[in-house]
């Protein structure tokens, strides 16, 4: 089992590029995050999914797009980057129903100059 | 508007003493809370929970106190060890449709040999 894979692990980006992130989980869990960490902060929440084909907002999700067509992969796609989305970014997932706790993958580390 | 708030950006305890990290929150619909430890360059690992019809926890060295009346947690780690210096952030999450979590800030543990 490996868990949440999160890949790149680090990537520079100019203004005004595009990126997608890539998000895969091997325990069949039905409901997949993507989290934004800045520096001295918690974890924010830019989108979820409950299951394929079914994404939603979180707090934070201006910038961003993702979509879901496997339970498997949870790809984050940044449009026309900004400084501000600098940060980590972390996705996560849970089994759907019980337990509350979510699995983390390693964070892609963003920067955007 | 911070629901979740860790007040002690940092805690320095030595080895073999109990370390006391601390967590509030504003809001009483949150039924379930979580802690995670992350260590850098890491993604968050889940520590231990509880629900908001309990008022303690316990998984080993580690105990999570809940107190409703004053919107309260508290992460107990006895005995304390070099290899628990870490970031610990608090979580809560409402309601189990969505399972979407809300962070505090986080607070950097340092054991001292």
Redesign the interface.
């Known amino acids: 089992n490996a868990g949440v894979t999160q890949t790149p692990k680090f990537r520079i980006l100019k203004i005004g590029q595009s990126m997608t992130l890539q998000c895969a989980q091997d325990m069949n869990h039905n409901y997949m995050y993507w989290y934004r960490q800045d520096p001295g902060m918690g974890l924010k929440l830019i989108y979820y999914s409950v299951g394929a084909g079914i994404t939603d907002k979180g707090e934070v999700p201006n910038g961003y797009n993702v979509s879901r067509s496997t339970t498997e992969d949870f790809p984050l796609r940044l449009e026309l980057a900004a400084p501000s989305q600098t940060s980590v970014y972390f996705c996560a997932s849970k089994t759907g129903t019980g337990a509350p706790e979510q699995y983390f993958g390693p964070g892609t580390r963003l920067t955007v100059t | 508007d911070q629901q ?1 708030k ?1 007040n002690s ?1 940092s805690l320095s305890v030595q080895e073999g003493r109990i370390s006391i990290l601390n967590c509030d929150y504003t809001n009483s619909m949150f039924d ?1 809370f ?1 802690w ?1 430890k992350k260590y850098p ?6 520590l231990i ?1 509880i629900s908001s019809i309990k008022d303690k926890n316990e998984d080993g060295r580690f105990t999570v106190f809940l107190n409703k009346s004053a919107k309260h947690l508290s992460l107990h780690i006895v005995p304390s060890q070099p290899g628990d210096s870490a970031v610990y ?1 608090c ?1 809560a ?1 409402r309601g ?11 607070t950097t543990l340092q054991v001292k040999p």
């Not at chain 2, 189990?96 to 986080?106: A, D, E, H, P, V």
């Open positions: 979740v860790q950006p379930y979580l995670y360059a890491e993604g968050p690992t889940f929970s952030f979580a999450s189990s449709n969505t399972g979407k979590l809300i962070f505090g800030q986080g």
